[in-house]
């Protein structure tokens, strides 16, 4: 775990969906500073392994969107949302998934920063 993992938790409005449920992450500041941060990534567990099922929700899947960060202002609290689709606009297939908040570049790990995770969930 790297030092700003765990700066932002994550909580999902249920452990278990199907895709036409309605996806919402709750992401709340655990720090005494405000925190920048890119986009909610959704990763899916493939043979043991996480990968990157869609990078930043906050754009719609095909579009080409400029990445901002958001402030998550100390003690904040944001709302973000999925459309169950990936980066290839299809609905993902049934299995476990999870949220990532990612920050800015981080040097001493040669990736950016891991804010939070949230806990499995599954698509089913």
């Given at each position: 775990?790297?030092?700003?993992?765990?700066?932002?938790?994550?909580?999902?409005?249920?452990?278990?969906?199907?895709?036409?449920?309605?996806?919402?992450?709750?992401?709340?500041?655990?720090?005494?500073?405000?925190?920048?941060?890119i986009?909610?990534?959704?990763?899916?567990?493939?043979?043991?392994?996480?990968?990157?099922?869609?990078?930043?929700?906050?754009?719609?899947?095909?579009?080409?969107?400029?990445?901002?960060?958001?402030?998550?202002?100390?003690?904040?609290?944001?709302t973000?949302?999925?459309d169950?689709?990936?980066?290839?606009?299809?609905?993902?297939?049934?299995?476990?998934?999870?949220?990532?908040?990612?920050?800015?570049?981080?040097?001493?790990?040669?990736?950016?920063?891991?804010?939070?995770?949230?806990?499995?969930?599954?698509?089913?």
């Amino acid at each position: 775990m790297s030092k700003s993992e765990g700066m932002v938790r994550i909580a999902l409005n249920k452990s278990l969906y199907r895709s036409e449920d309605e996806f919402v992450a709750t992401l709340s500041n655990q720090t005494e500073q405000d925190i920048k941060f890119i986009g909610l990534w959704i990763e899916e567990l493939n043979d043991g392994e996480w990968v990157v099922l869609r990078s930043d929700t906050s754009c719609p899947c095909g579009a080409k969107c400029k990445k901002k960060y958001k402030c998550l202002n100390v003690e904040g609290v944001l709302t973000e949302y999925w459309d169950f689709k990936n980066n290839a606009c299809e609905h993902p297939l049934k299995g476990k998934y999870r949220a990532v908040l990612l920050g800015q570049w981080d040097s001493s790990i040669n990736s950016k920063a891991v804010l939070g995770k949230s806990d499995v969930f599954e698509i089913t």
